[in-house]
T-cell receptor, first 111, second 113 residues
């Protein structure tokens, strides 16, 4: 079962442009997390946003959370070629503490 | 440096053989997880453990087994009962389960022929 569903599945942009990825989930959450994965590597945690927060920033990253729509978005501003990776959202499922991941958005930033 | 170590990076086995994937962490985290990743499928949870000597099945536990005898270690055995074992396996840990960020190892790519 998947708690998060990312959209789009793939995104290709030019360096300097902004990239926006969306995540929708099904059940109530404690928090929602975003991760990044470079090809063939483990995932790296980017941001955690709690259910009572609406927006969070970290450097060039901005995450929003809309619990009424059960959705979150990740914005990467002024993208760089090094941002090329897959991005995953993950959320807890109901009252469980286990994180369930979506299928990810594959971002390609062209130099 | 604290982190999670998975070994080996690549593993090849013949069909019908059991194989054990290693995962060690020195982050002093209570919770540990095993995920499987297939192309286009995202991550699927195999097993997780929130405390030593205790673990729970995830969404795709059939054909896998784990142990948690030490806080630092959470080995995964892929048994011959697993119908399609070729995949990328990721181990992770966190301080307080799903309420805190997961730290991932760099994965083990298992190929069974």
């Amino acid at each position: 079962s998947q708690q998060g569903e990312e959209d789009p599945q793939a995104l290709s942009i030019q360096e300097g442009e902004n990239a926006t990825m969306n995540c929708s989930y099904k059940t109530s959450i404690n928090n929602l997390q975003w991760y990044r994965q470079n090809s063939g590597r483990g995932l790296v945690h980017l941001i955690l946003i709690r259910s009572n927060e609406r927006e969070k920033h970290s450097g060039r990253l901005r995450v929003t959370l809309d619990t009424s729509k059960k959705s979150s978005s990740l914005l990467i501003t002024a993208s760089r070629a090094a941002d090329t990776a897959s991005y995953f959202c993950a959320a807890t499922q109901g009252g469980s503490e286990k994180l369930v991941f979506g299928k990810g958005t594959k971002l390609t930033v062209n130099p | 440096d604290g982190g999670i170590t998975q070994s080996p990076k690549y593993l090849f086995r013949k069909e019908g053989q059991n194989v054990t994937l290693s995962c060690e962490q020195n982050l002093n985290h209570d919770a540990m997880y095993w995920y499987r990743q297939d192309p286009g499928q995202g991550l699927r949870l195999i097993y997780y453990s929130q405390i030593v000597n205790d673990f729970q099945k995830g969404d795709i536990a059939e054909g896998y087994s784990v142990s948690r005898e030490k806080k630092e270690s959470f080995p995964l055995t892929v048994t011959s009962a697993q119908k399609n074992p070729t995949a990328f396996y990721l181990c992770a840990s966190s301080a307080t389960g799903g309420l805190s960020p997961l730290h991932f190892g760099n994965g083990t790519r298992l190929t069974v022929t």
